[in-house]
């Protein structure tokens, strides 16, 4: 256990030292940049302000915690990186992240890579592990989406067959620095940074589909370990990469196209999408997916009557909600003059 502990706490120095590097500062702008699109999307529906900069440190704090994790799984499992070809694999995922987003996944890079040599004979790197380093990472991601995926929700709103829906994005960039240890003597050190990426949306609760997710994840990288382990030809776990990454999405997105959506408007009322953390609708228990009904004995059908009762505020509230665990709940307000803080699915027939 002393030998664990450490390299836990070089690791740990090591990482600390890593995130005040230039490289990292140029990774985390880059973060900071994605998470500032993702603010300012029209399709956003969030009550309280997405701040890029908060998102970004909280990213970098959890991917840190990650990157120790990994330094210990990659040790454990006897990986030997070399710097030159993690930095090949960075090279293809910043080219692959031109074609989409989601191609920034070291699945891709790290399988193609490996494809490529055991094709062509070149670049010469350790293909099998290069392939344990991609299986390690995705066993990380599914801890960080476990505890952290949450942090990257967006309301948003989808449009599906003429009609406007309520849902979530989830976006989250994890910079993820680790240690690998060089030298056949002296044994060195050296840092790395790699940037995990977690794209998702569900037209339902997002709790469930986050716990989904990261299982579905732990399965592939274990799956993807076994195939190493077991030491099969050494095209198959490179090709299980790619083609079981790919069918994750694939499936992902069957589900969430056949799925009865939860946030749809109702014939009355409006449905709560979000709800701020200092509204008066959060102090007397409104929840997402509440339908509010009436507010002061005033029927609400679309963000617009919520507005104009909002325009003539005073301190007493009077608010009728259906919930689906308590039914029809009619509740008051009175205190601090305030908003009732929500954002509702907009009506979108047309």
Wanted: with cysteine.
């Amino acid at each position: 256990m002393d030998g664990l502990y450490l390299i836990i706490y070089f690791s740990i120095i090591d990482i600390v030292k890593t995130l005040t590097s230039p490289f990292f500062m140029v990774l985390f702008i880059i973060i900071f940049f994605e998470n500032y699109k993702l603010s300012k999307s029209k399709y956003c529906l969030s009550v309280d302000k997405i701040s890029p900069i908060f998102t970004s440190l909280n990213s970098t704090l959890y991917g840190a915690i990650g990157g120790v994790i990994t330094t210990v799984l990659l040790i454990y499992l006897e990986v030997v990186v070399v710097p030159m070809d993690f930095f090949y694999i960075l090279f293809i995922s910043v080219l692959l992240s031109f074609i989409n987003t989601r191609f920034m996944c070291i699945a891709y890079s790290g399988s193609l890579i490996c494809i490529i040599n055991l094709i062509l004979g070149f670049p010469r790197i350790n293909t099998r592990d290069i392939m344990l380093m991609v299986s390690t990472f995705h066993i990380v991601e599914s801890l960080l989406i476990l505890l952290n995926g949450n942090g990257g929700k967006i309301p948003a709103f989808f449009e599906r067959k003429g009609q406007f829906i309520g849902g979530f994005n989830i976006q989250r960039f994890w910079p993820i620095p680790f240690v690998i240890f060089i030298g056949d003597g002296l044994i060195k050190p050296i840092a790395l940074i790699a940037i995990l990426y977690y794209g998702d949306y569900t037209f339902t609760y997002l709790r469930r589909k986050i716990l989904i997710s990261s299982m579905v994840l732990l399965v592939y990288g274990f799956l993807l370990l076994g195939l190493i382990k077991v030491q099969t030809l050494s095209i198959i776990p490179p090709l299980f990469g790619i083609i079981g990454h790919e069918f994750i999405v694939y499936i992902n997105e069957l589900r969430e196209k056949n799925r009865i959506p939860v946030f749809t408007n109702t014939n009355r009322g409006v449905r709560v999408i979000d709800v701020s953390k200092s509204g008066i609708a959060k102090d007397i228990g409104i929840r997402t997916g509440d339908i509010i009904v009436k507010i002061n004995e005033i029927t609400v059908n679309n963000s617009k009557d919520i507005e104009e009762i909002e325009y003539l505020n005073n301190r007493n509230w009077k608010i009728s909600y259906f919930s689906n665990k308590k039914g029809l709940n009619t509740k008051l307000y009175k205190g601090n003059k305030k908003s009732l803080g929500i954002s509702v699915v907009p009506r979108g027939l047309y």
